[in-house]
Nanobody, 123 residues
Framework: QVQLVESGGGLVQAGGSLRLSCAAS????????VGWFRQAPGKERDMVAA????????YYADSVKGRFSISRDNAKNTVLLQMNSLKPEDTAVYYC????????????????WGQGTQVTVSS
């Protein structure tokens, strides 16, 4: 079992920045790839970014490329999502999720999920 807890969400103006944190406990965190997903009201939960078990490979959705950055510190069991140049359309609940081995862009490939953190970007 892996337990995940997100933090760092909040209200920010368009153009601002937030840094989300996903803290893990339980099994060896370095065995797991991690993805960040987001879900806006009435919409599907979509992948935003993902990182491999050792941080050597990352993925970004086209909508966030060049603005978001994912990183991890396995010694601290933490994955960060740095979000810059935020737009109102980035408003959503953000979730981190973990799966063994390599990351996937499909949400049903992830076994462990956090409770989510709200990000609201005002115009």
């Amino acid at each position: 079992q892996v337990q995940l807890v997100e933090s760092g969400g909040g209200l920010v103006q368009a153009g601002g920045s937030l840094r989300l944190s996903c803290a893990a406990s339980g099994r060896t965190f370095s065995d797991y790839a991690v993805g960040w997903f987001r879900q806006a009201p009435g919409k599907e939960r979509d992948m935003v970014a993902a990182i491999s078990w050792n941080g050597g490979s990352t993925y970004y959705a086209d909508s966030v490329k060049g603005r978001f950055s994912i990183s991890r510190d396995n010694a601290k069991n933490t994955v960060l999502l740095q979000m810059n140049s935020l737009k109102p359309e980035d408003t959503a609940v953000y979730y981190c999720a973990a799966r063994r081995a390599f990351y996937s862009t499909l949400r049903n490939h992830y076994q462990y999920w956090g409770q989510g953190t709200q990000v609201t970007v005002s115009s």
